[in-house]
């Protein structure tokens, strides 16, 4: 059995991930940072269904608290497989002309350089040339890193913007070391991450409008979760730098 670290997965695509990667047979770190209660029913529903879990609380957007969770995860006696860099933040819907530098460095902290943070704890953890067995690291960008998201979160779309280039350049540095790195860039999704940004009915306004999605309807958690999965399993062995758009052909 080896470990995996799903950031950010007490609700939404995190908790979907968490409970996908258990039944695929990893000990899953179930990383929050608010939702204690929630996270420990994530892990509850893994035991029950035959799983191994825990809760690891950190602030991905605080390097001491990124280097505490790795060091939790050292406490483990079984290496670590897979990282999901799932944790994200965005505020409430403006537009560009009214951003303040607080809101900027929040959302870059978290979304950004909590993200580089835990791929470079990972990376050392799981490369060849530290001793490793190699692994996956999956990031989760999103469909605003390719359309801008005007209007409404430019801001969280740069941020998606900066982990897609994290996904390419680090792919292409730790090929060699036994690590795939690989992302998957959601569309709208149903989670609760839409009341955060101060409209909860989102994706049902955004479904409704002729032509935005081609599809016609909202994604769910649990597909998202399946293309994670996908990425992290032997199934993807020889794929890595690459992005899937899980956005209903958005």
């Not at 390719?146 to 792919?171: C, F, H, I, N, Q």
């Not at 860039?185 to 994706?203: N, W």
């Not at 199934?235 to 956005?247: K, P, R």
Request: aromatic share 6%; with cysteine; net charge negative.
């Amino acid at each position: 059995m080896r470990l995996a670290l799903v950031t950010g997965a007490s609700r939404g695509i995190g908790r979907a991930t968490a409970l996908k990667l258990a039944q695929q047979g990893y000990r899953v770190a179930v990383n929050y940072l608010k939702r204690a209660d929630e996270a420990q029913q994530v892990v509850a529903q893994i035991r029950e269904q035959g799983g191994e879990a825990f809760a690891v609380r950190a602030d991905i957007a605080e390097e001491a608290q990124i280097m505490a969770l790795f060091q939790r995860l050292d406490e483990e006696s079984m290496p670590l497989g897979v990282l999901v860099n799932n944790a994200g933040i965005l505020f409430t819907q403006c537009r560009v002309e009214d951003l303040s530098a607080e809101r900027l460095q929040r959302v870059f902290a978290t979304n950004v350089t909590g993200a580089f943070l835990c791929c470079r704890e990972a990376v050392k953890r799981m490369g060849t040339q530290h001793g490793g067995l190699g692994g996956s690291i999956i990031n989760v960008s999103s469909a605003a890193s390719r359309l801008g998201a005007p209007g409404e979160y430019v801001d969280y779309a740069a941020s998606k913007g900066a982990m897609d280039s994290l996904t390419k350049g680090l792919s292409l540095e730790v090929a060699a070391q036994g690590i795939r790195v690989n992302s998957v860039r959601p569309g709208f999704i149903y989670t609760e991450m839409h009341a955060d940004g101060g409209e909860p009915g989102r994706v049902d306004r955004v479904a409704a409008t002729a032509g935005v999605i081609p599809m016609g309807r909202g994604g769910e958690a649990e597909e998202i979760a399946e293309a994670i999965a996908w990425l992290a399993s032997e199934a993807a062995s020889y794929i890595t730098g690459t992005f899937i758009d899980a956005a209903g052909g958005r």
